[in-house]
């Protein structure tokens, strides 16, 4: 190896372990509890209760309530709509979305594809309307699914979080790698292992998360 080239890789070793140790890091710890239940006509309500543990899991963070609303319009496509309550630090976030999801099946694998639009607006608990801390988002999401067993279904999936600006570039990423396991009929236990990078603030951040959620899905009611 000549010298010029020793030179550029000690450089970029260099450059690489700068920006590493400018970049903070955090390990937060999700815990959730859901309820789904399929409607008449293709439809689907769910909802979310979510805590959250931030500060390397020593902070509770605030909690998370979510609605949707999902359609099913053949065998490939859903719509979808969800709101969600945050309450954190004595403020309230509103947020709303809607996308649409187009599934593919090969095999053992599904692949899907889900394009969808954020907005939150801030608020004050005591003034929740008149905050114009507002912010957009467009988050297409791509995920793969697999049956381990009859039982057991692994995951994975890249979400990358564009802000709706001039700004082209991606604010952060959310990539989820997890499996769903039934323990009981209907009931599942879903662990999962998010890595989070951060571009949206002065100083890159990092946040590892560690998240457990309890599925319950409801049998359809029947029609006499």
């Known amino acids: 190896m000549n010298k010029k080239s020793l030179l550029l890789l000690l450089l ?4 690489t372990n700068t920006l590493v140790a400018q970049r903070t890091t955090d390990t937060q710890l999700w815990l959730g509890l859901s309820v789904k239940k399929p409607l008449n006509n293709g439809f689907s309500i769910s909802g979310q209760y979510r805590v959250r543990r931030t500060d390397n899991i020593s902070n509770f ?3 998370y309530f979510y ?3 999902e359609k099913k319009i053949n065998k490939i496509f859903n719509v979808e709509a969800g709101y969600r309550l945050s309450v954190i630090d004595n403020l309230l976030y509103n947020r709303y979305a809607m996308g649409i999801e187009a599934q593919v099946k090969a095999g053992n694998h599904k692949f899907i594809f889900r394009p969808m639009v954020q907005y939150q607006k801030q608020a004050s ?3 929740i309307e008149t905050s114009n801390n507002s912010k957009s988002y467009f988050r297409p999401r791509l995920t793969w699914k697999t049956d381990f067993t009859d039982r057991i279904e692994f995951y994975a999936s890249l979400e990358p979080f564009y802000k709706i600006d001039n700004n082209i570039n991606v604010n952060w990423w959310q990539n989820t790698v997890g499996f769903k396991y039934e323990t009981i009929k209907n009931l599942k236990l879903n662990p999962y292992f998010i890595w989070q990078p951060d571009n949206s603030h ?3 951040r990092t946040n590892y998360i560690l998240g457990l959620d309890i599925e319950l899905n409801l049998k359809k009611q029947k029609n006499y």
């Open 12 to 15: 970029s070793f260099s450059l």
């Open 61 to 63: 963070k605030g909690s």
């Open 67 to 69: 609605l949707n609303l």
């Open 125 to 127: 608990s005591a003034d």
């Open 202 to 204: 002065k100083q890159p």
